[in-house]
């Protein structure tokens, strides 16, 4: 990586293990000269990310939340303005759907699970902007990852799917908001990975056979490509850039047959 982004620093949400994208896009932003602050949702996996984070050498604050956690989010945003200050950048990386809404069909599913993945994989990007946006300094970028589920139907993606298209609205709403203020607000759309909430979607394997046989590049991705995306748009170069969906899918979404 290039030294994109000396001198910034930025929030990470969403780490759970070595395999996370958030993970790699930590990587990325350390490796462009970012100091890092990295969220883990709760005491579950917060021994596996210290592990992390200490093994890569990365000098991180870390922080507790969970986007259900009453309290949580107001208190992160309180730490984190004690131990960094300001933010140059945030990386939303969060999404959940319970596993029976990602394998029956679309139409089976229930309000609950249809809240559930909407409060955690779309509402909490308007929470993170809307707690943030006292830190977000001036040329600030705020990137989501989303996913082709939002645009195209992906079986058994379903109302995952309805919650990235969600995201991606909310993404261009909260554009026009902060826009203002000189922040911008982006979604990087990597094809699959083989990550911990991918494994959840029924099917995920044969995804990634299909992607490999259609997409323009003929393969999947590497979570690094989806770090290099990321940050790009963290970073100056994007200051023009707003409101944006950018695709890292070895070009699969442009395929009609
Ligand atoms: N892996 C893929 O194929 C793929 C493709 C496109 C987009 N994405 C998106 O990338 C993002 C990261 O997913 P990933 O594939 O790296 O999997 P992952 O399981 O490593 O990351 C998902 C993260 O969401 C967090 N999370 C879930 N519920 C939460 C809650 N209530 N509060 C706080 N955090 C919560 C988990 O702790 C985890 O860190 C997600 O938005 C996902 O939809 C993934």
């Known amino acids: 990586m290039h030294a994109l982004l000396e001198g910034k620093k930025g929030l990470i949400l969403g780490v759970a293990n070595a395999n996370s994208l958030a993970w790699a896009i930590a990587r990325g932003a350390h490796e462009s000269g970012a100091r890092l602050g990295i969220t883990y949702q709760g005491e579950r996996f917060e021994r596996r990310v210290r592990k992390l984070v200490d093994g890569a050498g990365i000098d991180a604050n870390l922080y507790a939340c969970d986007a259900t956690a009453p309290g949580e989010m107001k208190a992160l945003f309180e730490d984190v303005e004690r131990d960094m200050g300001t933010l140059d950048f945030i990386l939303h990386a969060w999404a959940f759907a319970p596993k029976d809404a990602l394998s029956d069909d679309f139409i089976e599913t229930s309000w609950d699970d249809f809240a559930i993945s909407q409060r955690v994989s779309a509402y909490s990007l308007v929470e993170v902007a809307r707690g943030a946006r006292g830190l977000l300094k001036e040329g600030a970028s705020v990137v989501a990852l ?7 139907v992906v079986p058994g993606y379903n109302t995952m799917g309805v919650a990235k298209a ?7 709403y909260l554009a026009r908001d902060l826009g203002p203020r000189g922040v911008r607000v982006n979604a990087v759309s990597p094809g699959p990975v083989n990550t911990l909430s991918a494994r959840g979607v029924s099917g995920f394997s044969k995804m990634l056979e299909n992607h490999e046989e259609v997409a323009p590049l003929k393969r999947n991705i590497e979570p690094e490509e989806v770090a290099g995306a990321a940050v790009f748009l963290f970073s100056d170069l994007a200051s023009g850039i707003t409101g944006e969906v950018l695709y890292v899918d070895a070009g699969y979404h442009i395929m009609g047959v």
């Open 146 to 152: 989303s996913y082709l589920g939002s645009q195209r």
């Open 166 to 172: 969600s995201l991606e609205a909310g993404m261009r």
